[in-house]
Nanobody
Framework: QVQLVESGGGLVQPGGSLRLSCVVS????????MDWYRQYPGKRREWVAR????????DYIDSVKGRFTISRDDAKSTVYLQMNNLQPEDTAMYYC????????WGQGTQVTVSS
């Protein structure tokens, strides 16, 4: 059974940065494209970013392009989301998952951007 454990969230002022991590266990991580999602209270999760396998191709929702960077470390079975120039509208619970939400969701990590 695949487990996803997200961490790295917190409270940050507008313009600040955070780096989220997601450790994946129970899967052949290096063979899996990985996604980050976020969820606002009372809303559906929205896709934020994707990274392919070894080629490392990336894609982002328009609202985070130029501010967020997704990366991966296959040796650590970990996917990261570096978030710079955070804005209040980035406040959400953040989750990772494999392609097409293929695994059960982890607990997520809360990001709050507020002055």
């Amino acid at each position: 059974q695949v487990q996803l454990v997200e961490s790295g969230g917190g409270l940050v002022q507008p313009g600040g940065s955070l780096r989220l991590s997601c450790v994946v266990s129970g899967a052949i991580f290096s063979s899996e494209p990985m996604d980050w999602y976020r969820q606002y209270p009372g809303k559906r999760r929205e896709w934020v970013a994707r990274i392919s396998t070894s080629a490392g191709m990336t894609d982002y929702i328009d609202s985070v392009k130029g501010r967020f960077t997704i990366s991966r470390d296959d040796a650590k079975s970990t996917v990261y989301l570096q978030m710079n120039n955070l804005q209040p509208e980035d406040t959400a619970m953040y989750y990772c998952n494999g392609l097409f939400e293929r695994w059960s969701w982890g607990q997520g990590t809360q990001v709050t951007v507020s002055s």
